[in-house]
């Protein structure tokens, strides 16, 4: 694909912004919800890319692959505003995978099981520190290479493979400990009735 050839006096600025960014906004907002898990928080994420973005209009589209340019100040936005507010987010519907919610086709047994197993994989998703969580989103989720990760974050490959396998044996570790803890209410709950 060639790169984007801008022909003055065709469109305002904000035209052109508003092709330029929506051609990727549904992957920076997917991405910045497996970053925050708040529908909210991505928004405000997307929006602060977008903010950033506006004075670099005649730069991006001269870009050939503008969406990276857009992930890697997603990425960094993400990870800077982490370090400075330490927030944690109320369990909610949202953060339950569609798949995981009962329909119509399971009994309710297996709508139950499914959104239990989803609530459990949200609490250890949310134990991840949150460059982790970031990392995992962007390869194991969305499948960003190691070559793309090292763009979008500077980290050297040796790096990213390392981090990448601490955090999916904490992810494991926790997502062990979820399934204990449950394990154990269950017989709790079971032994104290008749």
Known sequence: MGKL??????KSAAQRFEALVLAHYDALYRVAYRFTRSSHDAEDLVQEVCVRAVPRLDELERLEQPRGWLMRVLYRLFVDLSRRYERRHVASLETLDAAAMP?????AAD???????AERLDRAWQRLDKEQRALLALHDIEGYSLRELNELTGLKEGTLKSRL???RARLGAFLQHE????VALLAARSGGRP
């Not at 329909?103 to 009994?107: C, I, L, Q, T, Y």
């Not at 399934?179 to 449950?182: D, F, G, K, L």
């Open 111 to 117: 709508g139950a099981a499914a959104a239990q197993r």
């Open 165 to 167: 396998h601490r955090a």
């Open 179 to 182: 399934e204990t803890a449950s």
């Open 103 to 107: 329909s119509a086709e399971h009994d």
């Open 5 to 10: 050839t801008v022909i003055p006096g065709g």
